[in-house]
């Protein structure tokens, strides 16, 4: 690796090979929707045809592989929160939620403001021009009730 590229890996920060597994499991699970195809299947395209250099990738299999496990809990779980019939919500807004909603009922190891400030800048980076508005009061509203001690003690 050059030196250039050396240093700015070295500088980058700790926290970037899994916003990096956050992108690429948003690009799998897009494409899964899109297709229904297998987690494992997904899984094997994606690290066949991605650079996952810089990547956490076990944490990316992971989500993958949670969410499609978890569909129809995590589903469920944002329903209460979601202010718009369901073909309101349109396919990528859908995949943003599913993983932020993954990790706040499945990874508490996370804190939940991190991922909601992850899942709004995935809905920056990925989605319509208010979506990341959307996605940040309905994840907001599950953490609420998802984590009402920790949401409660940062208020």
Same mark, same amino acid.
Do not use: C
């Given at each position: 690796?050059?030196?250039? !590229?050396?240093? #700015?890996?070295? #500088?980058? #920060?700790?926290?970037?090979?899994?916003?990096?597994?956050?992108?690429?499991? =948003?690009?799998?699970?897009?494409?899964?929707?899109?297709?229904?195809?297998?987690?494992?299947?997904?899984?094997?395209?994606?690290?066949?045809? &991605?650079?996952?250099?810089?990547? $956490? &990738?076990?944490?990316?299999?992971?989500?993958?592989?949670? +969410? +499609?496990? @978890?569909? $129809?809990? =995590? $589903?469920?779980?944002?329903?209460?929160? +979601?202010?718009?019939?369901?073909?309101? /919500?349109?396919?990528?807004?859908? /995949? +943003?939620?599913?993983?932020?909603? =993954?990790?706040?009922?499945?990874?508490?190891?996370?804190?939940?403001?991190? *991922?909601? $400030?992850?899942?709004?800048?995935?809905? @920056?980076?990925?989605?319509?021009?208010?979506?990341?508005?959307?996605?940040?009061? *309905?994840?907001? !509203?599950?953490?609420?009730?998802?984590?009402?001690?920790?949401?409660?003690?940062?208020?």
């Amino acid at each position: 690796m050059p030196a250039k !590229r050396r240093a #700015s890996r070295a #500088s980058e #920060s700790p926290f970037e090979p899994r916003r990096r597994a956050r992108r690429r499991a =948003l690009q799998a699970l897009y494409q899964w929707q899109l297709n229904d195809d297998s987690a494992a299947s997904i899984i094997h395209q994606f690290t066949e045809e &991605q650079n996952f250099e810089g990547v $956490d &990738q076990a944490y990316f299999e992971t989500l993958v592989r949670e +969410v +499609v496990a @978890h569909r $129809d809990s =995590l $589903d469920e779980a944002l329903a209460p929160f +979601v202010q718009r019939a369901d073909a309101g /919500v349109d396919q990528m807004e859908r /995949v +943003v939620l599913r993983l932020g909603a =993954l990790e706040l009922l499945h990874h508490p190891e996370t804190p939940y403001r991190v *991922v909601i $400030d992850e899942a709004v800048e995935l809905a @920056h980076r990925f989605g319509a021009e208010k979506a990341h508005t959307f996605i940040n009061g *309905v994840l907001d !509203r599950l953490a609420a009730s998802a984590r009402p001690r920790e949401h409660g003690a940062e208020r």
